[in-house]
Each structure stands twice: as C-alpha cells, then as structure tokens.
Nanobody, 115 residues
C-alpha cells in the first residue's frame, strides 16, 4: 500500500518560513520523481517544485529563489523549504510521487500566510 504523508504546514506571517516534509512508503522511493503541488481556493492545482530521481529540479516561476525542494532517499522523504512567504502562497500543499505517469498523492497540508 502506497502512502505519502505530508507534515509541516501551518500559519505563518508574511516573510516567514516553513519546511514541509513528505514521507513515502510502499514505493521504491529513489526511482520516483517527487513533486510538491498546491491548490488555493477556487484555483486549479499547480506544480510548485519537482525533483527527479537524479536530483535535477524545476520550480514554478512564482517560487523561484524562495522555495527549495530536496530529497533524502535514505529516509524516503522529500522536503520543501519555503522562505519569504507571501499571502499568495496560501494553499493546500500536496506531495506527489510519479514514475512514467503513474502517480500517487498525499492528503495535503494547509499553509496559511497571514498577519
């Protein structure tokens, strides 16, 4: 049974930081591309950051220079370090594991950026 469990969300003030974690089980983690997506109320789910099995990364333009995705294959965990957070970063953040179009999703974690 595949499980992706996100943690680390919460309420933070503008300019603050959070680190999200996603622990995977039931998959051969190191061969999967891992991504973080987010969905704000009334908007479509969008890709925030992606890290491939080889370690290469991609970021949405809106988060470049502020967010960093990383993975620890020994711990089957992917992270999203989020700095300089803005109110427009408020959303439910989802972890995704993908290999050749076969994907799995976590349940999501809420991130709220507000003063």
């Amino acid at each position: 049974q595949v499980q992706l469990v996100e943690s680390g969300g919460g309420l933070v003030q503008p300019g603050g930081s959070l680190r999200l974690s996603c622990a995977a089980s039931g998959i051969l983690f190191n061969i999967y591309a891992m991504g973080w997506y987010r969905q704000a109320p009334g908007k479509q789910r969008e890709l925030v950051a992606l890290i491939r099995s080889g370690g290469s990364t991609n970021y949405a333009d809106s988060v470049k220079g502020r967010f960093t995705i990383s993975r620890d294959n020994a711990k089957n965990t992917v992270y999203l370090q989020m700095n300089s957070l803005k109110p427009e970063d408020t959303a439910v953040y989802y972890c995704n594991a993908d290999r050749y179009g076969m994907g799995y999703w976590g349940q999501g974690t809420q991130v709220t950026v507000s003063s």
